[in-house]
């Protein structure tokens, strides 16, 4: 399976433990990034949407993810854009880049 089939795998999984909001809310929105071996990168529409996940779903979705690919892997949830027909991939950045940015643009040092 590739990631997006594995992610999809999973979605399916999530939606039966979640609640039909969180799920629309939270869930829905977000997609595959890459399958790295020992980690699985899931892309987010924006920073708050991936640190709600990180902070609220995190353990279901590894759980999820373990019951597809029979086996534990880290997950870590990127702000990216989500990649059209055709295009190679995403601009993928942690919540942690865009961050930075954001302080940037607003003139202040974050501390990470």
Sequence with gaps: MNAKQIWQAALADLEQQVTRPNYQTWLRH???????????????????????????????????????????VAVRIVVAERPTRGSKGSAAKTTADVAEAAGARDGEQRQA
């Design 30 to 72: 977000s997609w595959a990034v890459a399958d790295e071996g020992q980690t699985f990168v899931i892309g987010a529409p924006n920073s708050f949407t991936a640190g709600w996940l990180e902070e609220k779903l995190l353990p279901q979705i590894k759980r999820s993810l373990a019951r597809v690919l029979g086996r534990e």
